[in-house]
């Protein structure tokens, strides 16, 4: 079965988009993207997009000239204005910015992204902060097809500090025995093959084949690549999906639950501030 992420991100969208017309003024997501990068460049236009299309403010402030001592100063900038409410800074930053000083000028309680190092600790120490956009998007995307996690054996293929490591806390924090691999694991498959649930964030495209998945597991693709044209996952969707019980497409899969949660995170960090103002 698949795990349709267009369709449940629409439904979702629909929410924030009903809660932001019963709200006193727009939440206000600011983007701001240092390079000319083309995926960059067309992630940003799909969240600034989703932005208005749930009733946000969303400003985008491109600008591949700033060095970072005008970065951190547009930051502190955005950090007061009271008419702010999240601010994202696209990664991966242009050469020469650094990208722990530029996450943690941020204010946390605007930090949508979830970057911040207060953000970080908070999830470790499962405290309220943001959690990152993609792992949020996993567990709600799971959690709407009603898929179990307690003590499942939940295998992440994958330990960037966006995707990989955050889902650690969060399948922790729901119960579940979390094993994590990555590009030095030896025999893989040794691992996957154990998966109750496998998410694979590797961006190496189709390289996880049936032969990686028990029958019936859940399978999770984070992937994105480019391959021929054509947008593909980490996991070779055609045979993966003959013995996987659910699994995600690419795209359409976890690309719009990320679209979603970051949606959400911004309207969490707006009635947040509203109600400390
Ligand atoms: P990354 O490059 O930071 O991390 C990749 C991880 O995969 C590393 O921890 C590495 O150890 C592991 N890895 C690499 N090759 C491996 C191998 N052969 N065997 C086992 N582990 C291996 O990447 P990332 O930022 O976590 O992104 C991963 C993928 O997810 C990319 O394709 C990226 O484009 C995609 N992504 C998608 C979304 C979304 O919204 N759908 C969001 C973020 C990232």
Do not use: W
């Amino acid at each position: 079965m698949l795990l349709d992420g267009k369709a449940i991100s629409k439904t979702r969208q629909t929410a924030v988009k009903d809660t932001v017309q019963s709200l006193p003024d727009a939440p206000h997501l600011v983007v701001v993207l240092t390079t000319d990068n083309p995926a960059s460049q067309s992630y940003v236009k799909a969240k600034e997009k989703a932005a208005q299309h749930v009733g946000f403010k969303s400003t985008l402030i491109h600008d591949t000239t700033l060095d970072e001592t005008r970065l951190l100063q547009l930051i502190d900038t955005l950090n007061q204005d009271p008419g702010v409410h999240g601010i994202l800074v696209q990664l991966p930053l242009a050469k020469g910015l650094n990208v722990e000083r530029v996450m943690r000028a941020i204010d946390p309680a605007k930090d949508v992204d979830g970057f911040h190092p207060e953000n970080v600790a908070a999830l470790f120490q499962k405290r309220p902060g943001f959690v990152p956009a993609t792992p949020r998007g996993i567990l709600t995307l799971l959690d709407a097809y009603e898929i179990e996690i307690e003590s499942k054996h939940v295998v992440i293929i994958g330990r960037s500090q966006i995707v990989g490591t955050p889902l650690v806390h969060l399948f922790l924090h729901r119960n579940a025995t979390v094993t994590v691999c990555h590009s030095k694991t030896e025999d893989l498959k040794s691992y996957t093959l154990s998966a109750d649930i496998l998410v694979v964030a590797t961006g190496r495209a189709r390289m996880i084949t049936a032969d990686y998945i028990r029958p019936g597991a859940v399978v999770v693709d984070v992937g994105i690549n480019r391959v021929d044209g054509k947008l593909v996952g980490d996991v070779d969707f055609e045979a993966a999906s003959k013995v996987a019980s659910y699994i995600t497409p690419v795209p359409k899969g976890v690309g719009p639950m990320t679209i979603s949660s970051l949606l959400e995170n911004t309207l969490d960090a707006y009635t947040r501030q509203r109600s400390q103002s």
